[in-house]
Every structure is written in C-alpha cells, then in structure tokens.
C-alpha cells in the first residue's frame, strides 16, 4: 500500500511542477496581456496523454491542453520524438481553441524513451487575420482569425525548425512579440523538463508511476462520491445568446440536459443552435472545460484535476453546433457560447438546488487596438479586456468587478501601467461603475468602466461578448444589471456610440474610447434589501442617492449617510400596494 502522505507531497509538488513552468512562460512572454496577467495554462501529462497535474490559473485551457495532446500524437507518435522536441499547435478542430490560443507540447524523456508531456498554451500576441490579435468580431472563418499551424515541430532535439519560425513570424503585425510569446511556451516546457527528471530521480521511475496511477484513481474517487451526493434525476437549462455580430437579429439558444445516473455525471447539449456564421462559436475542448468548471462548483473544490476527474464525466456536444464548431467556422468569439454553456447547467443545477441559484453574470469584453508607435517605426498590437460582474446569490451580493465565469480569477487584471509603457495609450479611468449592479435584496457585482486615450491613430477591434442588449438578469424578484457598451469621446460634440461588436473600427490621436462592462443581475426582492447595506453602498460610491430611493426604496442623505426612516417606510409601503 502506498503512503498517502508521500502521495500528498508528490501531488503538491507536480502541481508545483506546472505552476513553475507556466509562471516561466508567463514571465517570458513579450504580450503585454500574458506577462502582465499570468494567464497561462500548463499541464503535465503522462506518455499515453492522460493529465496527471495542471496548473490553477489557465481555466479557460483546462481541456484544450489534453484535447490538443492527441491530435499531436497522432501527428507525432511518441516513438518519432527526441529529447529536445517542441511542437506547436493552434488548430481549434483538433483540440484547440481559437487561432491565437497556441499549444507547445515537450516530451520529457526517460531511459531514451517520452515518458511524459509538458504543454503550456497561452493566448499570442498576433498571428495575423482581418484584425490584431486574430480577434475581428465580424469573422465568418478560422482563415479570418489567423495563422492555422497544425502540430508541428518547431524545436528538433533543441534545434529551432528556422523556416516554420519565419513562415510564423511572417504573419504577424508584431513579429518580436510573436516570437518571445512562442520561445516563452518552449521555455515552460524546458523548466518542467528539468523539474520531472529531479523527481524521477528522487523516487525511482517505477515507485513515481505507482503514485502516479494512485492519484489519478485518488480523484475519480472522490468525483464519483461527490456525484453521488447529487439527487439522481433528469434536469434541464438553457441560455440564449443575444447575437453573433454578423447576424444582427439572430439569438442562438444553448439547451443542455443533465443526468445524475449514480456516480455518472452526463452533459447531453442536443437542441442546441447549430454553429453561427459569425465567431460565437465554441469548440469541443472549449466546450468541456466549461462542462467541468461548472461540476466542480458542486464538488470539493480540492480535487487534484487530473485525469481521474474525466472518468465519470459523459458529454455530447452535437457536432456542427453553437458547442462543437466544424471547420472552417470561425470561434474566437467562443466565450459568448461558453458563458451560455455555463448558464444553462447553473439552471439545470438549480432545480436540485434553489439556494445556490444565481442572477445572470456579465461576460468578458475585448478590445485589440493596432497601429504605429510614436515616430512610426514599429507597429503594436494590443489586447485590453475588462471583466463583468456575477449575479447576486441567496444571502450574498455578487463580488464587483470579478465575474463568475470559468477563467476568471484574481490574478487576471493587468498593470495599466505596463500598457502605456509599450503602447502608444493612456488610461484616464479604470474603476467600478456606480449604479450598474442588478438591484436585489443580494445586489449583483458592480460593473467596470475603463477610459483609454490613443496617443496615434489607431485601428480598433471591439468584442461586446454578450449582454449588452439582452441584460444580466435578475432572479427570484431581482432586477438586471446595466448592459455594456462602447462610446467614442464622450461627452464631446463628436461623441459616438460604437457597435458591441466591430472590426478595425479606426480612431485618430487623441480619441477616448470609454467602455463599461455589465453587472450582475439582482437576486430577491431589492426592496426588502436591508437599509444598512444600501447606506454602505451608497457611502462607497456603488449606489447613488437616487438608485437607493428608486431601485431600493431607502431615503438616504449622501452626505451623511442617515436614513430617513420615515420616508423609507412610507416608500417601501407604496411599493408594495403597487
């Protein structure tokens, strides 16, 4: 029998193993978004590419690493490969995501032979497309997105293939920046090389393995025993997508079916819309990862993810659908589908239960600029996001500014200071947007807004993810959240409101894009919200006087934060006889 305190500590430390290597990669990378954010997956596999340890960070990634693995093996089996190897990928109907999501895989050798895997993706500063970063809104292919590279090797035993470096290099706005992004996923991968053999060497290859199978057998275990806590039954949910940037008037519905068999989990996401002319696509890989953020709400949240926790886990993503796009479609978009993924299983998930229903969230909006530097030497491409809001909770607001959504996380806000640093902007505004959470006797999550000036003329690609004409809604009687939108100049006498999606969308030096994000939707009645809370809202700057009275039916002075408890009890009592 194994020890199990000597399996913790081997646990702990491929976990270790693969949060070194992403923060390696992270650190290397010459995207301002990725060496700023952190946000790089990494995962370790074991020689047939099941997942034995993956990093905490990187959720978005959290199948397309094991999904992109077998396409690269089937291209590349292990017996071809030397010590040295790295090959690279980004094809999003085999495994992937979206163009400028790039894989870079390492085997790590033993006794001559690939004995495990390092991959390591983050999201490319450019790779081509109709627009910077391979993200236009208005995309209709994966050729609109960028640089199709299907598993290649870019590293011959440590040599670098220098003609496939060129051909990438070559379609790119930003070539430098390319390149260190791609020799930062190689770097990943060598750092968890070295780190794997220290291992090997420490508790011999064969006793490694053995913890090895224990940990993965470990995590099923202890999936299933959670599933089993889950009433058996059928349940259903949906989420409708507001459009898809092409099709203006078109929505697309997401339809799953959860079943509970047991210790079986099983997503069924038949009735789903078939997949959009335009990039709101998902792919398989990206599909799954939302399937598993979701369960893993429902279960112990320190669960080693690995490859026992798919073992329980039947999904079906109707191929050619919203969920599982066929080539060539485009899908850098791909959020807009999986947020709706996430939401329809969290309904589904409440009719089992009612007390951890949620308002509807806010989703990720995108902005990519591109354009000259100062002095018109060189051309930059920016990517800038900013975050929703969650919905309100029974008995919890929803957390301002962070939405519930399967990537977010407290390291995913970027340093402005660094973007203004390498590009040619300045941030006049970056902070919570008063009056734009849902009202609820739980408010949801304030919403964001952010003012950037262009310091030379520019070309802008906007990606309104989701919800800005379609609300985040509110539940049990509470109301939605402000929806998003992007206004050019505000408050000048040229002011224009800017589509929620459009592609190369061109400013001039001097022009002020300001763009706010949703909150979340409400939860319960607002006007039963305790007046305390409202006064603390107010007094923060989340609420103004007027929301207070009209939304919350609390008569508050803002200067001093006193209730006026006559006026508050005469306004609630109106509200209710209405």
Not at 30 to 40: D, K, L, N, P
Not at 134 to 156: Q, R, V, W
Not at 486 to 511: C, F, H, S
Request: hydrophobic share 40%; aromatic share 8%; charged share 20%.
């Amino acid at each position: 029998m194994l020890d199990p305190v000597l399996c913790e500590i081997v646990k702990n430390a491929l976990l270790m193993v693969a949060q070194e290597a992403g923060i390696r990669a992270a650190r290397s990378a010459g995207s301002t978004f990725v060496s700023q954010s952190a946000e790089v997956a990494c995962a370790l596999f074991d020689a047939t590419g099941r997942v034995i340890a993956q990093t905490e960070f990187g959720q978005m990634h959290i199948s397309a690493l094991r999904s992109m693995l077998q396409a690269v093996m089937e291209d590349h089996p292990p017996e071809t490969l030397r010590d040295g190897d790295v090959l690279v990928t980004n094809d999003p109907f085999r495994g992937g995501i979206h163009p400028t999501d790039v894989g870079a895989f390492r085997p790590i050798f033993h006794d001559g032979k690939a004995a495990f895997y390092c991959g390591v993706m983050m999201i490319v500063s450019d790779l081509g497309g109709l627009s910077a970063g391979g993200l236009p809104a208005n995309a209709t292919e994966c050729f609109h997105e960028g640089l199709m590279i299907p598993p290649s090797k870019l590293y011959d035993a440590g040599e670098l293939d220098v003609g496939l470096a060129r051909i990438i290099r070559a379609n790119s706005r930003t070539p430098g920046k390319l390149a260190a992004d791609i020799d930062a996923l190689a770097a990943g991968g060598n750092v968890a090389a070295v780190r794997m053999g220290e291992l090997i060497a420490k508790y011999g290859f064969t006793h490694f393995m053995a913890i090895i199978e224990e940990l993965l057998d470990y995590s099923e275990r202890l999936v299933r025993l959670g599933i089993e806590q889950i009433p058996d039954g059928v349940y259903r949910g949906s989420y409708t997508v507001e459009n898809d940037g092409v099709d203006l008037d078109k929505s697309y519905e997401v339809v799953v079916t959860v079943t509970i068999d047991g210790s079986d989990f099983r997503a069924d996401f038949t009735g789903t819309a078939a997949q959009a002319r335009g990039p709101i696509n998902s792919s398989y890989s990206q599909s799954l990862s939302c399937v598993l953020f979701v369960l893993r709400c429902f279960l112990d949240p320190d669960i080693p993810m690995n490859e026992g926790l798919y073992r329980p886990i039947h999904e079906y993503f109707p191929p050619g659908s919203l969920v599982n796009v066929s080539y060539p479609a485009a899908c850098n978009l791909r959020l807009a589908a999986g947020q709706a993924i996430i939401d329809a299983l969290f309904r589904a998930f409440a009719q089992i239960y009612p007390d951890k229903t949620m308002a509807g969230s806010a989703t990720v909006h995108t902005v990519n600029a591109h354009g000259l530097q100062i002095g018109g030497e060189r051309m930059y491409s920016m990517l800038d996001i900013i975050m929703g809001a969650c919905g309100g909770r029974p008995g919890v607001d929803g957390v301002d500014g962070i939405p519930f959504i399967f990537f977010a996380s407290g390291g995913y806000d970027r340093n402005v200071e660094a973007y203004e640093w390498q590009n040619p902007v300045r941030y006049h505004r970056y902070q919570l947007l008063p009056d734009s959470a849902g009202p609820g006797q739980f408010r949801g999550g304030s919403g964001m807004v952010k003012e950037i000036e262009f310091l030379t003329d520019a070309q802008l690609t906007v990606r309104a993810t989701d919800r800005t004409r379609v609300k985040p809604q509110g539940v049990a009687g509470g109301r939605g959240g402000r929806g998003g939108d992007w206004i050019l100049n505000a408050g000048q006498p040229d002011a224009t409101e800017m589509p929620a999606k459009a592609t190369n969308y061109r400013v001039k030096a001097g022009d002020i894009l300001t763009y706010t994000v949703p909150g979340g939707g409400g939860f319960g009645d607002p006007f039963t919200r305790d007046p305390e809370r409202v006064v603390q809202d107010v007094m923060s700057g989340l609420v103004s006087a007027g929301e207070a009275l009209n939304a919350y039916g609390v008569a508050i002075d803002p200067a001093t934060g006193a209730v006026d408890a006559a006026a508050t009890a005469a306004r609630r009592s109106a509200n209710k006889r209405a």
